[in-house]
């Protein structure tokens, strides 16, 4: 999606007859249907007009194509200024410039991580260089018109505001600005930014090749379990951007700084599809590299399995220990035996350990207690279970205890459901977790569809399975009779739908075994991880009457250990069982409804929830 799209001229022309600002407010309401925030409109103000000073040069082509705001694929985050055209030789170029209003910064020694003021404190963001060569590399990485038409991208920064101090252009971020050129304050600067842009576009192209780029089919991300044999090599699979980068940065800090006379606890706020995994992985890499004892720590096994199974022929299956673990194999370690224990999906935590649960004191506890630096991933909107005890209070709770200093952060950058945030927002809206401004979903964005029977949707699905990334799940409704009768049907809807779980030969792999499309899985063999495309069958424990969304945990299959101990509850507090069932079910779906990256197809067993959601979907019916 671009917010404006125009030639050299044409935005100059704009420029000349309106308040620019104005106009591309006119066109992002029209192009995105939202609201813009004062700060935004006049950072527009001040930047585009350096801009159209910059592009007053007739050596520059009339007919260069110019785009404003071009959403980069897979994320929630947008390119400030595109121009492209042709170089000498004919070749298309893009160019991509990240526009900033900053006057001052400070730096770190965080790798591309500076300080500068943002909303009226001094905060750690990345360095300009930084972002735009990341959002370079997303397009790269994505776009499949940058290979199949062969664009070059070229990034760079422009901060008009900023005289330059030795500080934004040190040595220290020379290995950014070497790949993104930064340009500063003054007319000399000035001069070097148009040198930049007549080297790359000295041909324009009447918009070609900015509408190739818009129109690119976009490949499906790397899964981070295909990715991880290139990590453990050092190859750099995932670029990390904006407010990854730094948070990553500072975790590294803190593992590298802590000590047994100062541990340090990170807590890593995010929602789905944020790039929790994708931190905690490369940081586990990295601090690997470093030669500090670190692991991988999940409750989930689903996530370990996948991720190991992908290490075969990289490491020894013998060494895979010494990279992941279960959260309940700290009970009987020494104090402070790690430098760092970096825990995924820290919500899944659970209090006591073993088969039992009757083992050890607290896993939350337990985990801190062993590592200098302990770094939780979190999503407190993840806990899908009664023994879920993961929150942010009980994390800070026990690093006080052990005297160590806390460090909070939130990942906002959104990768899944194509980058999305309207997405999540309306999941939370219409599940009635939260109230949300997303009432009615935009399909634009993100492909979601509500089937009429179960059969079609699964049909739909196994269609999308390209590579084997679309999958089919539910929420456990239906007991698990094939597990000792392999030939029995587990998941029986109507005459024509009869579908086994998850096989127990598969059990953690389910999600990448060969034939598993044929099957569907459960909150327990997809949490932490991803697909293209699911498809989700919602069972009778959630069903939507005159409008609201009501959950049943007597809808449940007995044997579902999700909400073990809630008929005990309700008779001790009736209230609160009600409350937590109600939360973990609406959980659930929510979870399994954010597995995909592409698209989300949904079947209701209950014919009025299936027209609610359909009627909470903009021009939409049933399928």
């Known amino acids: 999606m671009i917010v404006y799209a125009a030639t050299k001229q044409q935005f100059l022309k704009d420029s000349d007859n309106d308040d620019i600002e104005e106009v591309i407010l006119r066109h992002f309401k029209e192009a995105t249907g939202k609201k813009v925030g004062a700060s935004e409109i006049k950072s527009w103000q001040g930047s585009l007009t350096y801009m159209a000073k910059v592009l007053r040069d007739d050596g520059l082509p009339c007919d260069a194509g110019l785009a404003i705001e071009l959403h980069i694929p897979q994320s929630s985050k947008r390119i400030d200024f595109l121009l492209t055209g042709r170089d000498e030789f004919q070749a298309k170029n893009a160019v991509l410039i990240e526009l900033k209003q900053w006057s001052k910064a400070t730096a770190t020694t965080k790798d591309a991580v500076v300080k500068t003021a943002l909303g009226g404190s001094q905060v750690e963001t990345v360095h300009p260089s930084y972002q735009v060569w990341s959002y370079a590399a997303l397009l790269q990485g994505f776009n499949e018109a940058v290979y199949d038409k062969s664009i070059k991208v070229r990034p760079c920064a422009y901060l008009h505001n900023y005289v330059s101090d030795g500080v934004i252009n040190s040595s220290h971020y020379e290995p950014y600005t070497n790949k993104a050129p930064l340009f500063l304050k003054g007319p000399a600067e000035l001069e070097k930014l148009r040198s930049f842009l007549k080297k790359h576009i000295v041909h324009g192209d009447n918009k070609e090749v900015l509408y190739e780029l818009s129109n690119g089919k976009i490949r499906p991300s790397k899964a981070l379990s295909e990715a991880l044999n290139g990590l453990m090599k050092g190859k750099p699979e995932f670029i990390l951007i904006d407010d990854q980068k730094a948070i990553f940065e500072s975790a590294l800090a803190a593992a590298s700084q802590a000590t047994i006379e100062g541990p340090k606890v990170l807590i890593i706020e995010g929602g789905p599809g944020t790039g929790k995994t994708v931190l905690a992985i490369n940081l586990l890499v990295r601090l690997t590299a470093l030669s500090l004892l670190s692991k991988y720590v999940s409750k989930n096994a689903a996530p370990r399995k996948v991720y190991e199974s992908k290490l075969i022929g990289t490491v020894k299956r013998t060494h895979f220990s010494n990279f992941f673990s279960g959260s309940g194999a700290f009970i009987d370690t020494e104090p402070n035996t790690y430098d760092a224990l970096i825990i995924d999906e820290a919500h899944r935590l659970n209090e006591k350990s073993g088969l039992y649960g009757n083992l050890g004191e607290n896993q939350i506890k337990e985990l801190i207690d062993s590592s200098k630096c302990s770094i939780f991933f979190i ?63 935009d399909t634009s964005d993100y492909e979601f569809k509500v089937f009429d029977s179960p059969q079609a949707m699964h049909a739909a699905i196994e269609q999308k399975n390209h590579g084997n990334k679309a999958r089919v799940v539910a929420g ?37 075994a060969e034939n598993s499309i044929e099957q569907v899985g459960c909150i327990h063999t997809c949490q932490g991880l991803e697909v293209d495309y699911i498809g989700v069958i919602i069972g009778p424990d959630l069903v939507v009457r005159k409008g609201q969304v009501v959950t049943s945990p007597h809808d449940r299959d007995k044997h579902d250990k999700s909400i073990r101990g809630w008929k005990k509850l309700m008779k001790e507090q009736p209230a609160l069982a009600q409350q937590e069932t109600d939360l973990i079910i609406k959980n659930t779906y929510r979870t399994l409804m954010t597995r995909g990256m592409k698209g989300c197809f949904l079947y209701c067993t209950d014919p009025e929830t299936a027209r609610y959601f359909a009627s909470r979907v903009v021009g939409y019916g049933h399928r």
């Open 379 to 441: 999503d407190e909107d993840q806990r899908v279970t009664l023994s879920d005890i993961g929150s942010k209070q009980a994390i800070r709770s026990f690093a006080k205890a052990k005297g160590a200093t806390v460090e909070e952060y939130v990942l906002s950058s959104q990768f899944r459901c194509s980058g999305s945030d309207g997405y999540i927002a309306w999941l939370d809206d219409v599940l009635e977790i939260r109230p949300t401004a997303h009432p009615a979903l």
């Open 476 to 512: 456990y409704c239906w007991p698990w009779l094939s597990k000792k009768d392999s030939k029995a049907s587990d998941i029986v809807i109507g005459d024509n739908y009869a579908r086994q779980w998850n096989l127990d030969q598969d059990g953690s792999l389910w999600i990448i």
